[in-house]
């Protein structure tokens, strides 16, 4: 998965960045010319615990988030176009989460002057719709030349396509990001090679000061209403105060957090909201003395679970072998199971369940194309 921060300079995505992944880039006015950094954490899953105590693996795998820290989007950005490393790095995420100010610094004033969130917020998702919107509106003009240069009855998916861009040209100049709008998955395909920005579902991360520790949730309490759409969620943190925590030793930083009634790292938290946000489940794997951790997108059947872990499994799928971590706790071990008939048969159209551990039995021969 692909988590990819946004927001406008200096709104601390780079010590979001540093909270979520223990490293240690620069960060403020002083660290010179901002970058884009990039790092792979592993997705904090207590079950994990859990399994190597049933299945003793030599290995233990977590799932695994990938996040990218951007350069700042000032205000405007739109205008010019957004640099073409911006737009590919938001069109390769899964999420955005959408950084925004609501710190006090003296030593990086916000460079508006003052800090308001509720503006920034709108600010940055104006960039983001001016920058569909150009693209959208490119895409037609293009359009328009090629579609009449066509014979008739080789017109139609461009029409179609026609008919779609107009439909969120519409949406985008009323202001209305185009995760709002209910769009079929023939549709979703057909706008796949866009990178359109307000197509991504986002997390918007109030970066609060220290001083706001003992009253978070305030933000969202009070823009939250007014901010409805789709594919959102909201959050409150203070990244200067988790960066720090972060690079405690452990014990320390969770009895930091529970003076404050915290009861997660950020770096959980986030991932979470992620997870909740884009409908993802994970299952579990014993494969090769290896327990395994994967994520999978709610209502997935147990051939593309197979096909998250190989293609070859989902190609030769025979069956699945399942059973619920719970289940299996209970009875010890997957023999015991077995013995106990909770290990269940499951066909291909099986709908897998969070926490599910799964062997796919496959024929290795079918899935090579010959
Ligand atoms: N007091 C306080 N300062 C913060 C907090 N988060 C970030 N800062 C400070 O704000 C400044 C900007 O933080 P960065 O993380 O570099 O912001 P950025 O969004 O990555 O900035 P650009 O990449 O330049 O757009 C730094 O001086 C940080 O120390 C916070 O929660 N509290
Ligand atoms: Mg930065």
Redesign the pocket.
């Given at each position: 998965m692909h988590v990819t921060l946004v927001?406008?300079?200096?709104?601390?995505?780079?010590?979001?960045?540093?909270a979520l992944t223990g490293q240690e880039q620069?960060?403020?006015?002083?660290?010179g010319r901002?970058e884009s950094h990039r790092a792979v954490v592993p997705v904090p899953d207590a079950r994990l615990e859990r399994l190597k105590a049933i299945f003793d693996p030599q290995k233990l795998t977590p799932a695994e988030v990938q996040f990218v820290?951007l350069?700042?989007i000032p205000e405007g950005a739109a205008q010019e176009g957004l640099p073409p490393q911006i737009l590919a790095a938001i069109g390769e995420a899964d999420a955005l989460v959408h950084?925004v100010r609501a710190?006090?610094?003296p030593?990086?004033p916000h460079p508006a002057g003052s800090v308001d969130p509720a503006r920034d917020l709108e600010l940055l998702d104006t960039e983001f719709l001016l920058t569909d919107l150009g693209i959208v509106e490119r895409r037609l003009e293009r359009l328009e030349q090629e579609i009449p240069k066509l014979p008739r009855s080789e017109r139609e998916i461009q029409e179609r396509e026609q008919a779609l861009l107009q439909r969120l040209r519409t949406a985008l100049a009323g202001g209305t990001p185009l995760r709002d709008l209910e769009l079929g998955p023939a549709e979703l395909k057909s706008l796949h090679g866009f990178n359109l920005l307000t197509l991504r579902p986002v997390l918007i991360l109030f970066?609060?000061?220290?001083e706001s520790l003992d009253h978070m949730g305030r933000l969202q309490h009070e823009l939250g209403p007014a901010y409805i759409h789709q594919s959102m969620d909201m959050v409150e943190i203070?990244?200067?105060?988790e960066m720090e925590l972060g690079q405690l030793p452990p014990a320390e930083a969770a009895e930091f957090r529970q003076e404050l009634g915290l009861s997660e790292p950020a770096t959980a938290r986030i991932i979470r909201l992620a997870y909740k946000l884009l409908g993802l489940l994970t299952f579990f794997t014993f494969v090769s003395e290896q327990v395994r951790a994967w994520p999978l997108r709610r209502g997935s059947s147990a051939v593309e679970a197979a096909g998250a872990v190989h293609t070859d499994m989902a190609r030769g799928f025979i069956r699945a072998e399942v059973v619920s971590l719970a289940a299996l706790d209970q009875a010890g071990s997957i023999a015991e199971a077995r013995r106990q008939g909770i290990l269940r048969s499951e066909g291909r159209h099986y709908q897998v369940q969070d926490g599910d551990v799964c062997t796919f039995l496959f024929n290795p021969t079918k899935s090579v194309d010959r």
């Open positions: 927001g406008l300079p200096l709104s601390g995505k780079t010590t979001v960045f540093n620069a960060t403020g006015p002083a660290a901002p820290d350069v700042g950084v710190f006090e610094n030593r990086a970066n609060v000061g220290e203070c990244a200067q105060w």
